[in-house]
């Protein structure tokens, strides 16, 4: 990989940021979970932190917005760290094609979610680290680990967003009812699934997200939560996960793994080089940010960075 300066960087980034700006088709907020659909789509901020401990922004970047499916890569961290690989044996880690909240292929595999990030495989991961616990203790947990990974405490959940959700969220909770009836669900539904969209309407801005996703990119002097040869895993299921059925696009496109949320963020890591989080509300067809994966392919193509 190259290595660029980071007056250039700086450069790239406004550049990014201005012509996201003028773009004209930036997509649809997600209008399921109503709080996200008031978001004006007009708002588009970039972020990433470098190894020398840099951190450089352009555009909303500082604005703070609903994490959403990112939280999935923090709750699977803690997962794995409470259960090491018994995590597995409840859910898969093979990509499933489909949308990320698709339920047909829970069918077909007896209520084993295909992967960690999809909704359903999101939704097992939150049982099992519910288990014997109170929501409010996972939830305290979660934030405990956001605000230590990004050493920022000013990060929270917001509970308009939460009850939105919560209000909607019959799709989940079939997914939870269809794994319970597979034995696959080991807390009742309404605790799990009020956990669930909770977890998911946490709050950060592209800068924070940047900051909490600096140990996954292995980068020096911040704070290590998790073993190398887990973030390792991590990576490559959001490589090969990160994006659902957009996956593979995000990989060829962007050669990052990535995850990105409903609300329009995407956060990527350049394994040894940054750590980038981008936002922007309106989304593509399979429900990642429309500006967000144009924005990092745009940054990957300036930078040279990729996995590949
Ligand atoms: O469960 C849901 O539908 C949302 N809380 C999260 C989905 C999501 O972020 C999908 N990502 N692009």
């Known amino acids: 990989m190259e290595t660029v300066n980071p007056a250039d960087l700086q450069l790239i980034l406004d550049e990014i940021a201005h012509s996201m700006a003028a773009a004209t088709?930036?997509?649809?907020?997600?209008?399921?979970?109503?709080?996200?659909?008031?978001?004006?789509?007009?708002?588009?901020?970039?972020?990433?932190?470098?190894?020398?401990g840099q951190q450089l922004s352009a555009g909303d970047a500082a604005t703070p917005f609903s994490i959403q499916s990112i939280?999935?890569?923090f709750t699977?961290?803690?997962?794995?760290?409470?259960?090491?690989?018994?995590?597995?044996?409840?859910?898969?880690?093979?990509?499933?094609?489909?949308?990320?909240?698709?339920i047909v292929s829970l069918e077909h595999d007896r209520g084993i979610p295909r992967n960690p990030f999809i909704n359903a495989g999101a939704i097992a991961v939150t049982d099992a680290i519910l288990q014997g616990l109170?929501?409010?203790?996972?939830?305290a947990e979660l934030l405990q680990f956001l605000r230590m990974a990004a050493e920022d405490d000013n990060i929270h959940i917001d509970k308009s967003v939460a009850a939105s959700e919560l209000a909607h969220a019959h799709r989940n909770t079939a997914l939870a009812e269809f794994m319970a009836a597979h034995g696959n669900?080991?807390?009742?539904?309404?605790?799990?699934?009020?956990?669930?969209?909770?977890?998911?309407?946490?709050?950060?801005?592209?800068?924070?997200?940047a900051r909490a996703g600096r140990f996954l990119a292995g980068l020096p002097g911040c704070p290590r939560p998790v073993s190398p040869s887990r973030i390792r895993r991590i990576n490559?299921?959001?490589?090969?996960?990160?994006?659902?059925?957009?996956?593979g696009d995000f990989a060829y496109r962007v050669g990052l793994p990535g995850k990105s949320g409903v609300g329009g963020g995407i956060l990527a890591i350049a394994p040894g080089r940054a750590s980038i989080a981008v936002w922007s509300p309106g989304l593509n067809a399979q429900g990642n940010s429309k500006l967000g994966a144009e924005a990092m392919e745009h940054l990957g193509r300036a930078t040279g960075w990729s996995v590949f």
């Open 25 to 52: 088709d930036r997509g649809q907020p997600a209008t399921y979970i109503p709080e996200l659909g008031r978001v004006s789509p007009d708002q588009f901020g970039i972020a990433l932190c470098l190894p020398d």
């Open 71 to 73: 939280s999935k890569v």
């Open 76 to 102: 699977l961290a803690i997962a794995l760290g409470r259960l090491g690989d018994a995590l597995w044996q409840r859910v898969g880690r093979e990509p499933s094609g489909a949308a990320f909240n698709s």
């Open 134 to 139: 109170q929501p409010r203790d996972v939830l």
């Open 185 to 209: 669900l080991q807390n009742p539904t309404a605790l799990t699934i009020g956990t669930y969209c909770h977890q998911c309407a946490v709050e950060m801005s592209c800068v924070q997200l």
């Open 236 to 247: 490559a299921l959001m490589l090969t996960c990160g994006h659902y059925d957009a996956s």
